[in-house]
C-alpha cells in the first residue's frame, strides 16, 4: 500500500468508524430523526423501523471504516465501499432544497454539513483509480 493511499484510508476510515461506534445504541427518537432526514436522500429508508435504521446506519459507518482501515481489503473494494457511503450522503444532499442555494449545488449554511461529504467521494475516486 502507498503512503498516499494509506493516508486516505487512515483518516477517513477513523472518522467513519468513529462515528460509526458512536452511533451504536443510537436512542429510538435519535434514530427516528435521522431515518427522517436520510429517507430525503433515499425513500426506501423510510419503511424500516427506527432501530433496525440505527444499527443498520452504525453497522453500515463501522463496516466502511473498518474495510479502509484494514490494509488486506484492496483499495478498490475500500474505495467502492466508500463510495457507495458518500453517494447516499450527498443524495440527501442534493434532494433536500433547504441544503442547496437556488442554483442546487452551492451550499446552504444548513447544506454545509452534507456538503463537505463531497471530500469523501473524491477520495473513494482516488482509490478506485489509483494503480
Do not use: C
Not at 452504525?58 to 479502509?68: D, F, P, Q, R, W
Amino acid at each position: 500500500m502507498s503512503l498516499s493511499n494509506a493516508i486516505l484510508r487512515g483518516v477517513t476510515g477513523a472518522f467513519i468508524l468513529n462515528s460509526g461506534l458512536g452511533k451504536l445504541n443510537l436512542p429510538t427518537e435519535a434514530a427516528q430523526g435521522m431515518q427522517g432526514f436520510a429517507a430525503t436522500g433515499v425513500p426506501q429508508l423510510a419503511k424500516m423501523d427506527p432501530d433496525t435504521f440505527g444499527k443498520f446506519i452504525s453497522y453500515s459507518e463501522i463496516g466502511v471504516g473498518t474495510a479502509l482501515l484494514t490494509p488486506f481489503v484492496p483499495k478498490k473494494i475500500a474505495g467502492a465501499a466508500l463510495g457507495t457511503f458518500s453517494a447516499g450522503l450527498l443524495s440527501m444532499y442534493f434532494r433536500n432544497p433547504s441544503m442547496t442555494e437556488s442554483d442546487g449545488v452551492r451550499p446552504t449554511e444548513e447544506g454545509m454539513t452534507l456538503a463537505k461529504d463531497v471530500f469523501m467521494a473524491a477520495i473513494a475516486g482516488a482509490l478506485l483509480t489509483s494503480k
